[in-house]
T-cell receptor
Framework: GAVVSQHPSRVICKSGTSVKIECRSLDFQATTMFWYRQFPKQSLMLMATSNEGSKATYEQGVEKDKFLINHASLTLSTLTVTSAHPEDSSFYIC?????????????FGQGTRLTVV | EDKVVQSPLSLVVHEGDTVTLNCSYEVTNFRSLLWYKQEKKAPTFLFMLTSSGIEKKSGRLSSILDKKELFSILNITATQTGDSAVYLCAVEAANSGGSNYKLTFGKGTLLTVNP
């Protein structure tokens, strides 16, 4: 099946610094990638939808200046958490769909555990 | 606003029991309903359902969708300790223009299977 690789799997950073998370589709082209956030014992909450070559669409309540998303190619999307604060500590997961945008499963990356100290 | 509600939120059973997990939804421009199993990290795909009344089956797991009543169930028979996980239901819906779509997740059902 299709593979989505997310890196890093775990990161600890100091408050005020920025962290970049990468999401790559390894064996298919993803016109659309999704970024989710998951707090402990809660479900996945969609943060933004990232379309290759255009600006990301953010969900209500998600600060676009804080969570910068770039989808420069059909196989790579990045999420940068800028000026991180302890409340940004969470599990971030990306998912990707194939080029044709068929109604198929969304493939998920392994997730990134971000801890801001 | 799209809404996906799963029940129960948690469930504890013994090995060999059969469980039924529920997912109801209210979305605009429904496209599909997906079930995922989440253990420690990212969710893994179980089923995608688009048509009513057609059961999808994989081993001891099966699922069915009712688009009229807007719900789906996930059945697990002869449960094993390895089935312990959070089971997530997600509904895919297109935006009003139909040019994009997103998954809305339920809160999940935490299943614990005891030996």
């Amino acid at each position: 099946g299709a593979v989505v690789s997310q890196h890093p799997s775990r990161v600890i950073c100091k408050s005020g610094t920025s962290v970049k998370i990468e999401c790559r589709s390894l064996d298919f082209q993803a016109t659309t990638m999704f970024w989710y956030r998951q707090f402990p014992k809660q479900s996945l909450m969609l943060m933004a939808t990232s379309n290759e070559g255009s600006k990301a669409t953010y969900e209500q309540g998600v600060e676009k200046d804080k969570f910068l998303i770039n989808h420069a190619s059909l196989t790579l999307s990045t999420l940068t958490v800028t000026s991180a604060h302890p409340e940004d500590s969470s599990f971030y997961i990306c998912s990707a769909r194939d080029l044709q945008g068929r109604s198929t499963e969304a493939f998920f990356g392994q997730g990134t555990r971000l801890t801001v100290v | 606003e799209d809404k996906v509600v799963q029940s129960p939120l948690s469930l504890v059973v013994h090995e060999g029991d059969t469980v039924t997990l529920n997912c109801s939804y209210e979305v605009t421009n429904f496209r599909s309903l997906l079930w995922y199993k989440q253990e420690k990290k990212a969710p893994t795909f179980l089923f995608m359902l688009t048509s009513s009344g057609i059961e999808k089956k994989s081993g001891r797991l099966s699922s069915i969708l009712d688009k009229k009543e807007l719900f789906s169930i996930l059945n697990i028979t002869a449960t094993q300790t390895g089935d312990s996980a959070v089971y997530l239901c997600a509904v895919e819906a297109a935006n009003s223009g139909g040019s994009n779509y997103k998954l809305t997740f339920g809160k999940g059902t935490l299943l614990t299977v005891n030996p």
